[in-house]
């Protein structure tokens, strides 16, 4: 990804656009052949020549013509004509864009590949669910990656329809009127070049498109960042149900040998803020003054390459620690069945009203040896209920043991399994 984002990478996509405007101006007869032949023989750069001339000059675009057309010659006189240096430069970091998403799209389906390959494994370990951090009931960890895979699913989605938003280019010249150009022009160049010319650009192409870059990527940096802090939770000493991979030799803690820390997923979420904080600066450049000025071009110096690098790495990451994930069933059975299975209060709640009690005094009821349970060392749901002859009138021991089952909590998730074809 970072060598899409070089300063050579850059004034290659400028070349790419001068040339095939060129190739649209000969096509309609603007440019001699002997002048073509010369342009497409001859027509290169040096990035550091480019800089020197810069220092004189400044100006990016002018320094970087100066250096071609010390390549060209005579010929030269043929390139940039009837075009801005928004035209190159817009159309050029288009290209970028494109090319950064084709990369981009290729991690997140070796992360989907990666948690469908975790999730189809896990489909029945069973573990609890939390809501407010709290037990909640069991679900199965396979479930829970189900929710990572089908929002990661929608993140390619994203980049697909994000793809074509940015991929447009424009040879409209000054102010955007094809006044020394024409729409033809732009049309061939922006065919050859893989692009789609722009609806309605101004001196450039509006920034609502880049905006959207920006979110894109921070929207998907914040599923990462959604996925990494539930491992780092999962992971806590008191829980461990789920570690990141360990390597040998590897060392957690200067001073205290016994840590394993999540170091790759507190990564994850470190860089995602660096994400989202890019945003703001997104969508302040969308307001720039009439048909445009550069308040925007600084700041997209730094942010286009820094977002699309950092999703990039981000995402390899996280497939990494997905693929080496140390995943513990029985810390699972454990951590559901504490205070003797008071997470199965609903069944018993349920059980309770289907057999004719109010709904009222049968949650009087649960709630009572729920509570009785909850945080005592030798609290025990289960075993309160059963001794509890206002609860054994109405539920016998069977209809009692079967509330503690998790067979009910799996019963429907083959609806999500086909859906995501796990």
Not at 95 to 119: D, F, R
Not at 390 to 405: D, K, M, Y
Request: aromatic share 6%.
């Amino acid at each position: 990804m970072g060598q899409l984002w070089t300063d050579q990478a850059k004034y290659q996509t400028w070349l790419d656009v001068e040339l095939a405007a060129c190739e649209a101006n000969w096509r309609l007869g603007k440019i001699p052949n002997e002048a073509i032949a010369s342009i497409r023989q001859n027509a290169a750069f040096e990035p550091n020549r480019i800089l020197e001339i810069e220092a004189e000059v400044r100006h990016d675009v002018i320094a970087f013509l100066t250096n071609v057309n010390e390549h060209v010659g005579d010929a030269g006189r043929f390139i940039h004509v009837g075009m801005t240096s928004s035209d190159v430069l817009d159309t050029g970091l288009a290209l970028q864009m494109k090319a950064s998403i084709k990369l981009l799209n290729k991690e997140l389906i070796n992360l989907q590949e990666a948690i469908k390959v975790l999730a189809r494994e896990h489909k029945n370990t069973v573990m609890i669910g939390r809501s407010h951090a709290i037990h909640g009931e069991p679900i199965t960890f396979g479930f829970k990656l189900a929710g990572w895979l089908a929002e990661t699913i929608r993140n390619t989605e994203r980049l697909i329809i994000l793809e074509k938003d940015i991929s447009v280019g424009q040879i409209s010249g000054a102010m955007g009127t094809y006044a020394n150009t024409s729409p033809e022009i732009e049309a061939i160049t922006c065919e050859l070049l893989g692009l789609k010319p722009d609806t309605a650009s101004t001196q450039i192409i509006s920034r609502d498109r880049h905006a959207n870059y920006v979110q894109t990527l921070a929207l998907i940096g914040s599923s990462l960042d959604r996925f990494s802090t539930e491992i780092r939770n999962l992971q806590r000493t008191d829980v461990l149900e789920v570690e990141e991979n360990f390597a040998k030799g590897q060392k957690g803690s200067s001073a205290m040998p016994h840590k394993r820390n999540p170091i790759r997923s507190e990564r994850i979420s470190g860089l995602s803020r660096v994400l989202r904080s890019y945003v703001v600066a997104a969508l302040e450049n969308v307001t720039l003054w009439h048909e445009r000025d550069i308040s925007h071009s600084s700041n997209e110096r730094l942010m286009l390459p820094d977002t699309s690098i950092t999703l990039h790495f981000m995402l390899t990451e996280m497939t990494e620690v997905i693929k080496g994930l140390g995943v513990y069933p029985l810390n699972m059975l454990q951590n559901m069945n504490v205070y003797g299975g008071v997470v199965f209060s609903q069944k018993v709640l349920l059980a309770l009203v289907g057999k004719g009690k109010s709904r009222e005094d049968s949650y009087r009821l649960v709630q009572k040896h729920a509570h009785a349970a909850w945080n005592n060392p030798k609290g025990n749901f289960k075993a309160s209920l059963e001794a509890d002859n206002e609860v054994t009138r109405i539920l016998n021991q069977e209809e009692l043991s079967q509330c503690f089952s998790t067979e009910q909590h799996q019963s429907n998730l083959n609806t999500i399994w086909e859906r995501l074809g796990i």
